[in-house]
C-alpha cells in the first residue's frame, strides 16, 4: 500500500539522513517518478522534506524532524502497537518505553488497551543479568564475547564468539556467531548462555549469508506436522485450544486435529496433559517419544510404591 511506502520512506530518511531517489526506487519496485511523486505527498503532508542536487545530493529531512501523526492515524498506530506487543511478548527488553511514547503521540494510552500477546508456555528469559542487551551492543560495536554455554544435555562448554544476529525462533530467542572454538556459525540459545563477559576485542563480521540454516543444532526445535485424535470426553478443551475449521470429527465421535510444532520437551508435555484422552496418530517418531515417557513414568510411580 502507499501509505505503507510513505511510512518507510520516512523512517528511511530518519535513520539514514540522505537516500537517493534512484536508492528508494530500486527498493520499493517503482520508478524514480513514483518516488518523487510520494516525496511531494509527504511535503503536502507537513513532513519538512526536500531533494538537493549534486554529487552529494539525494533526498533529506529537516534536521530534529521526528514522526508524528501527519504520517500515521490513529488507525495505523494500532496496527504499530500490535506489532510491538508482539515483540514485547517475547520478552524483547526496551519496548515499553516506546509503546508509551506511542500513546503520548496519539494522546490515549496503549500501553493497557485492548491487545496483550503472551508466549509464556514456550518462552524463555533471555535478559537475566543484562546479557540480551549486552549481546545487542557487541553486536552493534562489532566486539568479541565469552561465554560458558549449556548444551541440551546439561554439557557445559566454555565459547567464544564474533555476535552477528539476533534471531527468534522457535518461540526462543538465539544468537547466531561465528564460533571461534568450532570455526563455523553456530546458534546459541540465549537462555543457555551463563557468565557473559564482553571483550574489548573487535572483529570484522563474516557474511552471514554463508551460513546456510540447515545444519540447525539440537537446541532448536525441528518442526514437525503431526495428526492428534481426541476422545469425546475431552471437546471442550479441544475447542479452547483450536479453532473449528481445524477440528475433523470422526464416525466414532473422536476428532482429529492436523498441527504443525516444534518437537521438544513443551511439546511432549502438552500432549501428555491430555492423559488418556488423547492419541498421537502421526508422526511414528513422535508416538513412540509419548510411548517411552508414559513408560517411563510408569517405572517412577512403581519404582516409588515398591520402596515404600
Not at 217 to 224: E, N, T, Y
Not at 251 to 259: F, H, Q, R, S
Request: hydrophobic share 35%; glycine share 6%.
Amino acid at each position: 500500500m502507499k501509505i505503507n511506502r510513505l511510512l518507510e520512506i520516512t523512517i528511511l530518511l530518519m535513520s539514514r539522513g540522505t537516500v537517493t531517489a534512484r536508492e528508494l526506487a530500486d527498493r520499493f519496485g517503482v520508478s524514480t517518478r513514483t518516488i518523487y511523486r510520494d516525496i511531494d505527498v509527504l511535503s503536502v503532508a507537513g513532513v519538512p522534506v526536500y531533494t538537493c542536487k549534486g554529487s552529494n545530493g539525494g533526498i533529506h529531512l529537516m534536521e530534529g524532524y521526528s514522526l508524528n501523526k501527519t504520517i500515521v492515524n490513529e488507525h495505523e498506530a494500532d496496527s504499530l502497537v500490535l506489532a510491538l506487543k508482539t515483540l514485547q511478548a517475547t520478552r524483547y527488553p526496551e519496548l515499553s518505553a516506546t509503546l508509551d511514547k506511542l500513546g503520548a503521540l496519539f494522546k490515549r494510552s496503549v500501553q493497557n488497551d485492548w491487545v496483550r500477546v503472551d508466549f509464556s508456555p514456550w518462552g524463555s528469559a533471555p535478559n537475566d543479568d543484562n546479557k540480551f542487551m549486552n549481546i545487542k551492543m557487541a553486536i552493534l560495536n562489532k566486539k568479541v564475547i565469552s561465554f560458558d554455554y549449556l548444551s541440551s544435555l546439561g554439557e557445559k562448554t566454555a565459547r567464544t564468539v564474533e555476535p552477528l544476529q539476533l534471531i527468534y525462533k522457535g518461540q526462543a530467542w538465539y544468537l547466531l556467531g561465528w564460533c571461534r572454538s568450532r570455526e563455523d556459525h553456530r546458534l546459541f540459545r540465549i537462555s543457555r548462555i551463563k557468565k557473559l563477559a564482553l571483550t574489548q576485542e573487535s572483529f570484522r563480521p563474516r557474511s552471514v549469508q554463508s551460513w546456510s540454516g540447515t545444519d540447525t543444532p539440537a537446541s532448536v526445535p525441528q518442526i514437525i506436522r503431526t495428526v492428534l485424535r481426541f476422545r469425546p470426553e475431552i471437546m471442550h478443551r479441544v475447542y479452547d485450544d483450536y479453532d473449528e475449521e481445524m477440528i475433523k470429527r470422526n464416525a466414532d465421535g473422536t476428532c482429529d486435529v492436523e498441527l504443525i510444532l516444534p518437537e521438544d520437551e513443551w511439546v511432549y508435555g502438552y500432549i501428555l496433559s491430555f492423559g488418556s484422552y488423547v492419541e498421537v496418530m502421526s508422526p511414528h517418531s513422535l508416538r513412540e517419544r509419548i510411548i517411552e515417557r508414559l513408560e517411563s513414568a510408569l517405572m517412577n510411580y512403581r519404582g516409588s510404591h515398591s520402596e515404600k
